[in-house]
């Protein structure tokens, strides 16, 4: 008998609390992302609702680039 190793998946759909986990924002500002056009729109797989995490990537790609305007301390800000 042959002895099937177990391979880690990566998964391409995510749920809305993994989509925002995976950009890095609250479920709460995810929504508002999606609602307001700055993160793509699901997907539905049946019942099932997903986010692609190509899409995502391209979402996330496309947000504006923050400069250091004034000497502002965006240190505080974490």
Do not use: C
Request: a negative charge; hydrophobic letters at 40%; aromatic letters at 8%.
């Amino acid at each position: 008998m042959h002895r099937v190793e177990q391979q880690r998946i990566e998964p391409r759909g995510f749920s809305r609390i993994q989509a925002a986990a995976y950009i890095g924002v609250s479920p709460t500002l995810f929504d508002e992302m999606v609602t307001d056009g700055r993160m793509p729109q699901l997907k539905r797989i049946n019942t099932r609702i997903i986010w692609d995490k190509r899409a995502l990537d391209e979402g996330f790609e496309a947000l504006p680039q923050e400069t250091d305007q004034a000497g502002e301390d965006w240190t505080a800000a974490v």
